[in-house]
Nanobody, 115 residues
Framework: QVQLVESGGALVQTGGSLRLSCAAS????????MGWYRQAPGKQRELVAT???????LYADSAKGRFTISRDNAKNTVFLQMSSLKPEDTAVYYC?????????WGQGTQVTVSS
């Protein structure tokens, strides 16, 4: 079992920046990929960015050039640095950890970008 706790969501103005954090606990030695997903009202949950334990990253097109995912394996934490935020980035952001074929999710953190 893996437990994930996100933090860092807030209300921010267009063009602003935020840093989300996700701390993992439990069977953390078995975590491979960690990532961030988001879900806006009335929309499906979508990929934002992922990072493997070796540091390989993957970004959604909407995140490229504006968001940066990083991991601190020693602290079992994954971060999402977001800049140049737009109103369309407004969503609940979820952290996900993959252990073999099982996905674990955090409770989500709200990011609201005002225009």
């Amino acid at each position: 079992q893996v437990q994930l706790v996100e933090s860092g969501g807030a209300l921010v103005q267009t063009g602003g920046s935020l840093r989300l954090s996700c701390a993992a606990s439990g069977s953390i030695f078995s975590i491979n990929t960690m990532g961030w997903y988001r879900q806006a009202p009335g929309k499906q949950r979508e990929l934002v960015a992922t990072c493997t334990s070796s540091g390989t990253t993957l970004y959604a097109d909407s995140a490229k050039g504006r968001f940066t995912i990083s991991r601190d394996n020693a602290k079992n934490t994954v971060f999402l640095q977001m800049s140049s935020l737009k109103p369309e980035d407004t969503a609940v952001y979820y952290c996900k950890a993959k252990v073999r074929v099982t996905n674990y999710w955090g409770q989500g953190t709200q990011v609201t970008v005002s225009s």
